[in-house]
């Protein structure tokens, strides 16, 4: 049962909605890799690992493996304009307010230290890689739709589009030292997937407790933790949970309450017409904050409300398919 709470309603649609864009980003960024990894005979493609080890956890988007080594890969994706300061951290500009976020080549980082001390406590590797380490490189992918403020993307940054080509360009690219030094540590390809299948066999998806998150009403009896998959389920709750929201909107005429209405754009806005007695009924559209300007979409006969400060983008009311005569 959903909480009644407008507040909280508004909270868990903006919840949902930034973890719906966050899996499509990834989804998004996913198809291009696929496009040139998946399938190549010298690298093998993982996506979505969870790897939790001596108390930290890593939470890879997508792991590139080859015989030289590692590529781990952070996708990002924002709805507003996107400005790579020159520290490396995010400023995203949504209307007239900006949002700012850390240096996800820093979080990359923390992320390939992890996996580094979670293959070399877990694997029994060769003289060569035990003395030279598995070389892991990282690299933030930037979802092509995102609209950027750069010119050019800094070092460590890449659209999801370009990466494939930029990186075998890089490889081509190689000076003499550096492939020497890589020549130190190669990989048989047969080390190369007992690596891919422990990270698969050791990936520990996150447990979300909704419950406890949004508290919505005491339970007589603890509710059980049920283990999702860390995008994908939560993204079959979330469709569940809008579908409910959208129900608690104001749906009917608030004089003679039938719900024959549609939705009708006039000198104050948009607003409810009832086709059965020709009333008018304001609408209000709330969101996750004071801070956020929600407004109405039109896209034929569905409305969408759209919130460029939190990102919120779902479906608030479909206007029935009737021809009305003037």
Not at 95 to 121: C, M, S, V, Y
Not at 177 to 202: E, P, Q, R, W, Y
Not at 262 to 273: A, L, Q, T, W
């Amino acid at each position: 049962q959903l909480s009644k709470n407008p507040k909280q309603q508004a909270l868990i649609r903006a919840d949902l909605s930034r973890v719906e864009n966050g899996y499509q980003a990834e989804k998004d960024n996913a198809y291009y890799l696929d496009f040139r990894f998946k399938d190549n005979p010298r690298n093998i493609l993982l996506h979505d690992i969870r790897i939790e080890h001596n108390g930290k956890t890593a939470q890879i988007d997508h792991i590139i493996i080859n015989r030289l080594g590692i590529e781990v890969l952070e996708s990002k994706s924002f709805t507003g304009t996107l400005s790579i300061k020159g520290d490396g951290s995010l400023n995203v500009k949504y209307g007239q307010k900006t949002q700012t976020f850390p240096n996800p080549i820093e979080q990359n980082k923390r992320h390939a230290e992890i996996l580094a001390n979670f293959i070399k406590e877990n694997m029994e590797l060769p003289a060569n890689i035990k003395l030279l380490g598995i070389p892991i490189s990282s690299t933030v992918l930037i979802n092509p739709k995102t609209t950027m403020g750069n010119d050019t993307l800094p070092k460590g940054f890449d659209r999801a589009d370009s990466f494939s080509t930029h990186w075998n360009e890089s490889v081509d690219k190689m000076s003499t030292l550096t492939v020497f030094k890589t020549l130190g540590s190669i990989m048989s390809f047969d080390k190369v997937k007992k690596i891919a299948d422990l990270l698969l066999n050791n990936h520990n998806p996150r447990a979300f407790d909704y419950i406890k998150k949004y508290p919505i009403r005491k339970e007589k009896k603890p509710q059980t933790v049920k283990q999702v998959e860390p995008i994908k389920s939560v993204i079959k709750e979330s469709i569940s949970i809008s579908n409910n929201l959208n129900s608690t909107k104001t749906t009917h005429c608030s004089k003679c309450q039938d719900t024959n209405i549609e939705i009708r754009y006039g000198k104050y806005g948009y607003y409810f017409k009832c086709l059965s007695c020709d009333g008018n009924t304001s609408m209000k559209l709330t969101c996750s904050s004071k801070s956020c300007k929600p407004k109405l979409k039109k896209s034929k006969l569905n409305f969408h409300q759209v919130c460029e400060v939190c990102g919120l983008n779902e479906l608030f009311f479909t206007n029935p398919n009737i021809e009305i005569k003037v």
